[in-house]
T-cell receptor
Framework: KAGVTQTPRYLIKTRGQQVTLSCSPISGHRSVSWYQQTPGQGLQFLFEYFSETQRNKGNFPGRFSGRQFSNSRSEMNVSTLELGDSALYLC?????????????FGPGTRLTVL | KQEVTQIPAALSVPEGENLVLNCSFTDSAIYNLQWFRQDPGKGLTSLLLIQSSQREQTSGRLNASLDKSSGRSTLYIAASQPGDSATYLCAVRGISQGGSEKLVFGKGTKLTVNP
């Protein structure tokens, strides 16, 4: 069974631009979560989607948004990029509601903002 | 607010040694705790998931324990190998205000196993 896939793997943008990251969960998984990882803050929760509905949201500004499609694939968007948005963005999927189940992570998208 | 702490931040051991990584959390109202490893520049690999009703889980040379009442978990690695070198992350899923069941991570322990 294929794992969680994320595209693109690497991305370089400039301040003020916007970016869209994509995540395809493991087949059969309906919950997708997104995390930001930086050296200073570690791993921080962005949001979680289940059956196309956002269930939880972390403490990030409104420039960070996401959505989930009917096939469980998810995208996250960051608008008006800032230097501090440079990070590894990780997507994780799980079978049902994330609260009870093991989460499986993708390889991440490395975003660099210049 | 749930906080997760991992001690030590870094650990260097000779090959073959048994070792213990520690994780503590401030709010015992959790659904489960999960241990991950992360290799440099890579995503997270799930090692073990312990539900709140469980005391321990084992997988190969790995054994994780959970003491929910004291807010502690340990990851025991037996007979360490150079391939075990990675950063090990502990994460707890609990109920925070508003019913948000987010996963809260520690900062990790960077393990180096020397041949």
């Amino acid at each position: 069974k294929a794992g969680v896939t994320q595209t693109p793997r690497y991305l370089i943008k400039t301040r003020g631009q916007q970016v869209t990251l994509s995540c395809s969960p493991i087949s059969g998984h309906r919950s997708v979560s997104w995390y930001q990882q930086t050296p200073g803050q570690g791993l921080q929760f962005l949001f979680e989607y289940f059956s196309e509905t956002q269930r939880n949201k972390g403490n990030f500004p409104g420039r960070f948004s996401g959505r989930q499609f009917s096939n469980s694939r998810s995208e996250m968007n960051v608008s008006t990029l800032e230097l501090g948005d440079s990070a590894l963005y990780l997507c994780a999927s799980t079978t049902g509601l994330a609260a009870y189940n093991e989460q499986f992570f993708g390889p991440g998208t490395r975003l660099t903002v210049l | 607010k749930q906080e997760v702490t991992q001690i030590p931040a870094a650990l260097s051991v000779p090959e073959g040694e048994n070792l213990v990584l520690n994780c503590s959390f401030t709010d015992s109202a959790i659904y489960n705790l999960q241990w991950f490893r992360q290799d440099p520049g890579k995503g997270l690999t799930s090692l073990l998931l312990i539900q709140s009703s469980q005391r321990e889980q084992t997988s190969g040379r790995l054994n994780a324990s959970l003491d929910k009442s004291s807010g502690r978990s340990t990851l025991y690695i037996a007979a360490s190998q150079p391939g075990d070198s990675a950063t090990y992350l502990c994460a707890v899923r609990g109920i925070s205000q508003g019913g948000s069941e987010k996963l809260v991570f520690g900062k990790g322990t960077k393990l180096t196993v020397n041949p």
